[in-house]
T-cell receptor
């Protein structure tokens, strides 16, 4: 969907460095999500947000942080505490938080230098 | 919490044949079941979804069936084409704010 933009497409992290992945949507969706995808595995939920200035931990939140200061933006920071950050990160959004289809961005591939 | 198991992990079919992917879920309160298709290096895209008040839903060559008693649902693709080759993910939700729990995915390869 052209309505969700993730950047950058590729990102490299050095040891001890924090990096931030951008996610912007112009779909006027209230809910936004961050997933991590590892090879041969499904999508695992990192954080989600139902409304501006509110967010909740998902299943694998350790080593990650988020903010939701604007409805259209939900950046994800991968901190140095995340010891295995190499993965494909997907951002998604939905109209509401109750059984609505999620629309995904194109993803960011993060690797360690 | 919810647990979704998906089988098989890989599936190869001849062009024109049918493909079936099955998922089971653990939470009997789950009531929404979408299927996503993800081509290599691209975003997952919703291809079909079903809610618990319906037993079957079709969209051209794609259909999904739901058995609430057995807690499983399946994706059926008929007359497969090479462009159907992708990874397919099932998911389940009980309508909570956490939304979806995903299966581990099925790599479908359609052989010409």
């Amino acid at each position: 969907d052209g309505g969700i933009t993730q950047s950058p497409k590729y990102l490299f992290r050095k040891e001890g460095q924090n990096v931030t992945l951008s996610c912007e949507q112009n779909l006027n969706h209230d809910a936004m999500y961050w997933y991590r995808q590892d090879p041969g595995q499904g999508l695992r939920l990192i954080y989600y947000s139902q409304i501006v200035n509110d967010f909740q931990k998902g299943d694998i939140a350790e080593g990650y942080s988020v903010s939701r200061e604007k409805k259209e933006s939900f950046p994800l920071t991968v901190t140095s505490a995340q010891k295995n950050p190499t993965a494909f990160y997907l951002c998604a959004s939905s109209i509401g938080s109750s059984n609505q289809p999620q629309h995904f961005g194109d993803g960011t591939r993060l690797s360690i230098l | 919490g919810e647990n979704v198991e998906q089988h098989p992990s890989t599936l190869s079919v001849q062009e024109g044949d049918s493909a079936v992917i099955k998922c089971t879920y653990s939470d009997s309160a789950s009531n929404y079941f979408p299927w996503y298709k993800q081509e290599l290096g691209k975003r997952p895209q919703l291809i079909i979804d079903i809610r618990s008040n319906v037993g079957e839903k079709k969209d051209q060559r794609i259909a999904v069936t739901l058995n609430k008693t057995a807690k499983h649902f399946s994706l059926h693709i008929t007359e497969t084409q090479p462009e159907d080759s992708a990874v397919y993910f099932c998911a389940a939700s009980r309508g909570s704010a956490r939304q979806l729990t995903f299966g581990s995915g099925t790599q479908l390869t359609v052989l010409p």
